[in-house]
Nanobody, 123 residues
Framework: QVQLLESGGGLVQAGDSLRLSCAASGRTLGTYAMGWFRQAPGKEREFVAVIRRSDSRTYYTDSVKGRFTISRDNAKNTVYLEMNSLKPEDTAVYYC????????????????WGQGTQVTVSS
């Protein structure tokens, strides 16, 4: 079992940057593919990015490509989401999640979730 705790959210202006962190306890993150999702009010949870456990290859949803970067530090048991050039439409609660799948991009493929951190981007 792994417990995940996100941090780093906040209120920023359009064009600003934020770095979200997801710290794990209970089990090493290196055994999981790690993903970031987001959920805006009234919308379904949306895939943002994933980093594979085997080779740390990364995949992103089209709307964040070139702006967001997912990375992992297995020694610190932490996954990061660097978000640049933020837009108001990036406003959401951001969740990190752990999966035993290879390239999981759907919420149902993830077994462990954090509690989320709010990101609000003002125009």
């Amino acid at each position: 079992q792994v417990q995940l705790l996100e941090s780093g959210g906040g209120l920023v202006q359009a064009g600003d940057s934020l770095r979200l962190s997801c710290a794990a306890s209970g089990r090493t993150l290196g055994t999981y593919a790690m993903g970031w999702f987001r959920q805006a009010p009234g919308k379904e949870r949306e895939f943002v990015a994933v980093i594979r456990r085997s080779d740390s290859r990364t995949y992103y949803t089209d709307s964040v490509k070139g702006r967001f970067t997912i990375s992992r530090d297995n020694a610190k048991n932490t996954v990061y989401l660097e978000m640049n050039s933020l837009k108001p439409e990036d406003t959401a609660v951001y969740y990190c999640a752990a999966s035993d799948r290879t390239i999981p991009t759907n919420p149902y493929e993830y077994q462990h979730w954090g509690q989320g951190t709010q990101v609000t981007v003002s125009s």
